[in-house]
């Protein structure tokens, strides 16, 4: 309902432009289609309307603008919508009920638009006169495909998503947060973007993980994709301050979910080429909450969570049978002496030992948003503190940000940001590491276990540790992270924008590695007698980054519009360690690395630099088709400074089709139709001073032990290294069915990366300890990606929301100059490889060609060959989520993926090298291997050409499929009835219980496919080392979740 | 057209302004960076410089040499590998392909960082000015001598990379008697040079080259040239004499440290086999540390040795008694006993054994092998014997009898050259 109140000096002024199509039928009654030309384009795509209300008073020359936002369905009010006032800085967020205030509007003509995930954009023209106060409402249509909303990645400023060519995938994290058991950032991006993979490095609480983004892009650099918060570059490798097996701590899980808005995704060059050349595996940028202009009071919000985390496996047993000096009565064996000669016996030292047990999460987070007329603020603090599955396992986050917008004059604002996270993560040895509790289980002797005097049994684990002596250990890395940055905003005239930003992301961490004295020799070699070894790290990253744009109409007239940006970007990586390391304390309350009686130290230093010029051009006709063309000028110190500049260019094109009047007649079935098609290039530089010949330091030693610096060639450089060069063309539609209730994106991608930088292997008789990186190869990815969006049933009661997300992964190494495989990396007869014509990292192994039962005889491949890629070929996930009477959701979330393999390594080395898997040792039928596959996998073999070879040839069979589906996500929040939450003078308040990783299909034989073994996000080889090797696997965590608004 | 005009210019006046404020903001950031963690070929030579080149290409040969203790003594049984990693396994069960990457991992680049660092000493300093009397040079040419010995003793086939000017490249297969001839040259030239200058070093690398050249004799069997220059280095070298590799127990230079220390006693990785441990030899001691005393992968029980029993434990490479036993071996393939069966009647003495018997030339050749298996036990020449003397090697297993549980002995008798190097240098399988 409208009401109008007039000051006799007001003066109205209702403009309405030309309406989408689609909604033109549904809001005839409210639109008129007169047009206006003379106040400017509106922005894109958005719906105009008219009405306002408007009173003025005289005295004062700026306006002031209010009015409320709702769903135009159901009238229900819609909270943080944006409303913004086109050419200014000024803007509002709409509060819990739904109204909006805009302070300092100056008089005269304005377009004001309100946006919001969900909704289609509505852009409303007032002209307000001096001194009006206008009432402006706005009725959002619900709208599943969100092209009116605006992206900041992956393009010169903030543009609306439908004039952008490539796909900008984006997750509301906010919402989310709200129904989901989501607990940390990777969880956020974990089956809710196509085409974009996450895998666990283990179920360790604060364990990295690695993203890959359409497939990968390199073999030796990461494949990791780049993050940005805010616009300014952040760390977010891997922090491996100390050595605890395939793990590490994920750098990105460093910031606290609830602190951040929104997350969106460019996925590869097409749309990344203004991140220039380091950009190819592509950009996550993470916007984080801001303060609310215009909102004039305090809305807070407190939460409570708390989890309960399950190990989720059950560590292998080992198995033996009896030895004749076992079983005799003098022998030590607590379990064979006495026994027959043969006995099967069995342990299980972790579970013996309890090594494993159920974690938990405490959480508490507070945060605060507010505005006045002209300045928001945002305040936020949480703590968590969650013990992990073994004991030596936690992670103590302490988090807090501040952000303040404040627009000066309606041309002009300032964001200031601050965050500031300390964490501290302790890791236990895990995967393939010394004292890693399940590979020094396996490989503990069954019959060498012993019973004292008092009839406790000795360990069980290897080389006579405990539970005790593993959980002793202390591997722990604590950082504080530092995250300031401005944001300069100046609107000069209504068609230029400047933006400037300056930011840093500095890491100050500190990694111990403690072995503590013991009476027990728990430990050997350096570690034997007190070991502490202290690394401090400072990881900075600066950004200074300039972006102006120049919005005008082309030609004279108001429908071509022209959107130039240029601008350019600085970005500096600092990196320094230094290490010290102490062996041989006198206790451990003296701990520190001088206390040791030999000290060592180390330090390592690395700068990088980058700089980028950009510019884009983006013209528009009719607010349905537009054009974009930009390029990057890069360079980097990776090269040389005397290297030349890189150029990355990219075009594009976006056609809403359905704004043509042709498509009129469709508008109720299909209401929205884009077009699209964007081809663009960006690059990945390596390390610095890759380029470089170097040597090595190389200390000598003379006769009389006198150790000297000395040198030795490391690595003879390669002087034309080049950065990789992405290409990548991308082209799909975006559709919104049955009003909008359905969305579909449909993408195909085909990325090429040219100049592939391998290390290029050098004969070792050369002398060399290190290989060159050249520029040789190509390697494509080329995929189909679906999303369907869609709410099903919409009733006043009932509604139900469901999302569907696929992607297909064709990954194939198209070329390595002169060679067709220049890289292999091998465990037993299985290796990955980089070759011509599969993918990279593809396993390789003899296959197995045919068994005999007759002679039991198992005749596998003269050599090795394909046998399964690393990189999956389909994903997909599926989210649902109803909501019953408003206040009671269920949100479940289940993701899968089909075409990979893992090398279950295991049961392989259990089966093959120790001999002590139950398979191996129980008969038949009682838990064995059956005589089929015992030859599988033990032999013995024959080649095809008839050669004998080893049992331990025969892997195929442990290369097993990672096809799984899992139910990764279920959770229900009641939002509790409001006179409850009055009872504790809050707004708002909701319960959330819910669950993570609740269950898994697959055929893999190892505890969860999920795993790397070497679980690095760096490059090289081992990024696609997907292997179970003795790793803990994804934990189950069951969560409740309280939280409280103001 | 005015209309175009107009907003071509009026586009173009603040986007030539914002460009440039852009730009000045941003010309300021130079590209240079400072990577102090690296060593710029372009910031320092070391070609002048020949005492830190030599010296250090020297520490390349004590490594290489060390790694072919270890490894070349899982290949010929002078211990067993009781790591977790399956490649050092297979090395010691003698049943691999070329692919295992402990090859290159464990011999083949250790010797080839030695003999190319080597190399290049050699050629930086053969121009010099006093070359003919260069200790440097000499040095550079007895550790490249030793290195070539080393790989045509373990390998099947063996490659040198060709230093020419700036670039090294690498070079063609070369046989067993090939290595050792360029061996000898080495060996020769390093005498001579060392023998014109003084010093207390110049000595000691005559001495120790003179055995390398004997024991290179040997090797290639040329055994009247062996028996020649055994009994040059024995009428010349100290009785007393050893050329050692100098080892450390700075935590910090873990390399410079005695390997086989470190990956026995430390941390379980190598076990003495029964057949030694049966010797009952006071020159082959190893311990048993008790019941629970298990190897790293679980299944074999860690019997150390006690040979080396610090980090800063010395390597023999070169001594008196290897001149002797290189003397013996080569009289005796030429029919003349007589030094075999003293130096086994000494030797027997040192190892607590009764008197030996044997009369027939295979037997004193077997007992003399055993003996020199027992002095020599984790100084890489048992390897070299076998190579020499095939079946006549005692303490070897059979093919296909049982190693380490349910794993077999290979028939392996030299290492294959590993993939690394045939797959970025196609000088083919051995023949």
Redesign the interface.
């Known amino acids: 309902m409208i009401t109008i109140r007039r000051n006799p000096r007001a003066l109205v002024v209702l403009t309405t432009l030309a309406c989408a199509p689609a909604l033109a039928s549904a809001q005839q009654s409210a639109f008129s289609s007169s047009e206006s030309r003379d106040l400017g384009a509106p922005p894109a795509g958005v719906i105009m309307a008219r009405d306002a209300v408007v009173t003025t008073t005289a005295a004062v020359a700026d306006g002031v603008v209010t009015g409320k936002v709702t769903d135009a369905k159901s009238g229900e009010p819609i909270s943080s919508v944006t409303v913004t006032v086109q050419g200014t800085q000024l803007g509002a967020v709409s509060g819990n009920d739904g109204t909006y205030r805009l302070a300092r509007v100056p008089a005269g003509p304005h377009t004001l638009t309100a946006r919001r995930v969900g909704y289609a954009a509505l852009s409303r023209r007032i002209t307000i006169p001096d001194g009006s106060t206008v009432t402006l409402d706005f009725p959002l249509q619900p709208s599943a495909t969100n092209l009116e909303s605006v992206v900041v990645t992956g393009t010169a400023g903030d543009q609306l998503r439908e004039t952008q060519p490539a796909v900008v995938s984006a997750v509301d994290v906010s919402d989310l947060l709200k129904e989901t058991s989501v607990t940390n950032v990777t969880d956020v991006l974990r089956g809710r973007v196509p085409s974009l993979q996450v895998v666990s490095g283990s179920g360790m609480t604060g364990s990295t993980a690695r993203i890959n983004i359409r497939g990968a892009v390199s073999y030796s650099l990461s494949n990791d994709p780049i993050v940005f918060i805010d616009g300014i570059r952040m760390r977010s490798s891997q922090r491996d301050l100390q050595y605890v097996g395939g793990q590490a701590v994920n750098a990105l899980n460093d910031l606290n979910p609830d602190d951040i808005e929104s997350v969106e995704v460019v996925k590869g060059p097409a749309a990344a080429t203004l991140y220039g050349a380091d950009a190819s595996a592509g950009v996550i940028q993470i916007i984080t909450k801001k303060g609310k202009l215009g909102l004039k009071r305090l809305n807070q919000s407190i939460t409570t969570e708390y989890n309960t985390i399950k190990p989720n496996f059950t560590p292998t047993t080992n198995y033996a049978k009896c030895t004749a000096a076992s079983i005799l009565p003098t022998s030590s064996s607590a379990f064979c002496s006495g026994q027959a000669l043969g006995t099967i016996v069995s342990d299980n030292p972790n579970v013996r030992g309890g090594t494993y047990s159920d974690g938990d999460l405490r959480s508490l987070r507070y945060n605060a948003q507010g505005g006045g007329d002209n300045y928001g603020f945002f305040v936020s603090g949480s703590a968590d503190d969650e013990q992990g599955t073994t004991r030596n396992n936690s992670l103590v986050r302490r988090d807090g940000r501040a952000s303040l917008n404040w627009v000066a004059t309606p041309n002009l604002g300032v964001d200031f940001s601050l965050g500031l996270s300390k964490n501290d993560y302790k890791l236990p040895n895990n995967d393939q590491g010394n004292y890693g509790s399940l590979i020094y289980a396996a490989l503990g002797s069954v019959t060498g276990v012993t019973r004292d005097a008092s009839g406790k049994l000795s360990s069980g684990f290897a080389a006579g540790i405990n539970v005790d002596a593993i959980s002793s250990i202390l591997n722990q890395n604590n950082t504080i992270r530092t995250t300031p940055s401005m944001q300069l905003h100046y609107t000069p005239f209504a068609w230029l924008a400047n933006r400037v930003t300056v930011g840093a992301d500095m890491n100050n961490s500190e990694g111990t590695n403690f072995f503590p004295v013991n009476p027990f020799n728990w430990y050997s070699g350096d570690q034997a007698n007190g070991f502490v070894d202290v690394i401090r790290e400072n990881a900075n990253i600066y950004t200074v980054d300039y972006l102006g744009t120049i919005r005008t109409s082309l030609f004279g007239r108001a429908n071509t519009t022209s959107d130039l940006s240029f601008g350019s970007q600085f970005i500096r990586t600092t990196f320094e360690q230094v290490e010290g390391t102490g062996i041989g304390l006198l206790t451990n309350s003296a701990n520190l690395v001088s206390s040791a009686s030999k000290v060592t130290g180390a330090q390592v230093y690395t700068d990088q630099k980058s700089l980028g010029y950009f510019a884009q051009e983006q013209v528009g006709f009719s607010d349905k088709l537009y054009f974009q063309l930009g390029a990057r000028l890069d360079r980097n110190s990776a090269f040389g400074t005397t290297s030349s500049s890189i150029f990355l260019p990219k075009v594009g094109a976006s056609y809403v089709i359905s704004r043509e009047p042709f498509l009129s007649k469709y508008s109720s079935f299909l209401p929205t139709l884009r077009l699209r098609a964007a081809y663009g290039s960006t690059g990945r530089s390596p390390t610095p001073g890759a380029s470089l010949r170097t040597y090595a330091k190389a200390p000598y030693i003379t006769d009389l032990g006198i150790i000297v610096n000395g040198v030795a060639p490391r690595n003879p450089g390669n002087v034309n290294l080049k950065p990789e060069r992405g290409t990548e063309f991308e082209g799909g539609f975006d559709a919104g069915l049955f009003h909008d209730r359905v969305g579909v994106e449909v993408t195909y991608y085909k990325k090429t990366t040219s100049d592939l930088l391998v290390v290029n292997p050098l004969p070792p008789s050369l002398g060399f300890t290190g290989s060159p990186l050249v520029n040789i190869g190509k390697v494509e990815n080329h995929g189909l990606e679906f999303v369907v969006r869609a709410r099903p049933l919409d009733r006043p009661n009932f509604s139900w929301d469901a999302n569907f997300i696929a992607s297909t992964l064709n990954n194939k190494v198209l070329s390595l100059g002169s060679s067709k495989e220049v890289v292999t990396t091998s465990l037993g007869n299985v290796s990955n490889k980089v070759t011509v014509g599969r993918a990279l990292g593809a396993w390789f192994t003899r296959r197995i060609q045919s068994y005999d039962p007759a002679t039991g005889v198992v005749v596998v491949g003269d050599t090795s060959e394909f046998v399964g890629n690393v990189l999956p070929t389909l994903q997909g996930s599926f989210s649902s989520t109803f909501t019953v009477f408003k206040n009671i959701s269920v949100y479940a979330l289940f993701q899968g993926q089909r075409g990979a393999k893992a090398f279950n390594v295991g049961p392989f080395y259990r089966d093959q090298f120790l001999g002590n898997s139950p398979e191996v040792i129980l008969p038949a039928g009682q838990g064995g291997y059956n005589a089929r596959d015992r030859a599988l996998r033990l032999g013995p073999f024959k080649t095809l050409s008839g050669g004998t070879i080893g049992g331990t040839q025969g892997a195929d069979g442990y290369v097993q499929s990672t096809d799984y589906i899992r139910f990764q996500e279920l959770a229900l929040t009641l939002s509790l009835p409001n006179r409850l939450a009055q009872a504790v003078r809050a707004t708002n308040a909701s319960l959330t219980l819910g669950a993570r990783n609740l269950n898994l299909w697959t055929r893999f034989q190892g505890p969860d496919p999920d795993v790397n073994v070497l679980n690095t996000s760096n490059g090289g080889i081992a990024q696609f080392l997907q292997a179970e090797l003795f790793t803990a696997p994804p934990s189950r965590r069951f969560i409740a979740r309280f939280n409280l608004q103001f | 057209m005015t ?2 005009f ?2 071509a210019r ?2 173009l006046r ?2 030539v302004l ?2 440039g ?3 000045l ?2 010309a300021a ?14 910031q ?1 030579n ?1 070609a002048g410089d020949g005492p ?2 030599s ?6 040969f ?1 490594s290489a040499f060390q790694s072919v203790v270890r490894y070349g003594g899982l290949f010929a049984e002078e211990h067993l590998s009781g790591a ?1 990693r ?1 490649e050092v ?2 090395i010691g069960r003698r ?1 691999f392909f070329s ?1 295992n ?1 402990d090859i ?1 991992f464990g011999l ?2 250790p010797l ?2 030695a ?3 080597n ?2 000493v050699v050629k930086a300093l053969s121009a010099g000015a006093s070359a003919a009397s260069d200790i440097n040079l000499a040095r550079a040419e007895m550790n490249l001598a030793f290195s070539i010995e080393l790989m045509a003793e373990t390998f099947c086939q063996g ?3 060709d230093v020419s000017g700036a670039q ?4 063609p297969a070369l046989t067993p008697v090939q290595l050792l001839d360029s061996s000898i040259t080495h060996f020769t030239r390093a005498i001579s040079i060392a023998g014109a200058a003084t010093g207390a ?1 110049a000595t000691k690398i005559v001495s120790a080259a003179k055995i390398g050249l004997a024991r290179t004799y040997l090797q290639k069997g040329d055994n009247a040239n062996a028996a020649t220059a055994a009994a040059a280095a024995i009428a010349s070298v100290s009785s007393s004499f050893t050329f050692n590799v ?3 127990d ?4 873990r390399p ?1 440290a005695n390997q086989i220390y ?1 990956t026995s006693i ?3 990785l190598d076990v003495v086999s029964a057949t030694y441990r049966a010797l009952n030899d006071p020159r082959v001691p190893w311990k048993d540390p008790g ?4 190897a ?4 074999l029980h860690d019997y150390q040795q006690q040979k080396y029993l610090s980090y ?1 434990s010395p390597v023999r490479i070169a001594s008196f008694l290897e001149a002797q036993y290189v003397q013996a071996e080569a009289k005796l393939k030429t029919a003349d006993p007589s030094f075999a069966l003293a130096l086994i009647a000494a030797r027997r003495v040192a190892g607590g054994q009764p008197v030996f018997t044997g009369t027939l030339t295979s037997a004193i050749l077997t007992e003399l092998l055993s003996q020199s298996a027992r002095d020599f036990w984790l100084e890489a020449k048992k390897l070299g014997d076998w190579r020499r003397n095939g079946a006549a090697e005692p303490y070897l297993s059979a093919p296909g009898s049982i190693y380490k ?4 002995f ?1 028939t392996l008798t030299s290492v294959p050259i ?4 045939t ?3 196609p000088i083919g399988a051995c023949p």
Do not use: H, W
Not at chain 2, 29 to 42: E, G, R, S, W
Not at chain 2, 55 to 60: F, G, V
Not at chain 2, 168 to 171: E, Q, S, Y
């Open positions: 209309n175009i107009r907003t009026g586009t603040p986007a914002a460009l404020a852009a730009g903001m941003l950031c130079k590209l240079d960076v400072t990577n102090p963690t690296l060593i710029d070929a372009n320092f070391p830190l080149i010296l250090s290409a020297q520490t390349q004590y977790a399956t396994a297979d049943n692919a990457q290159n083949f680049g080839s960082r003999i190319a660092g190399k290049n490659t040198i990379a090294t490249v690498a070079g070093e100098p080892t450390s700075d935590a910090a230079n410079l470190s430390p941390t379980n019941p629970a005393a298990v790293q992968d679980g299944v800063s549980g349910a794993l077999t290979g590993p993939t690394e190097e797959n970025t240098n």
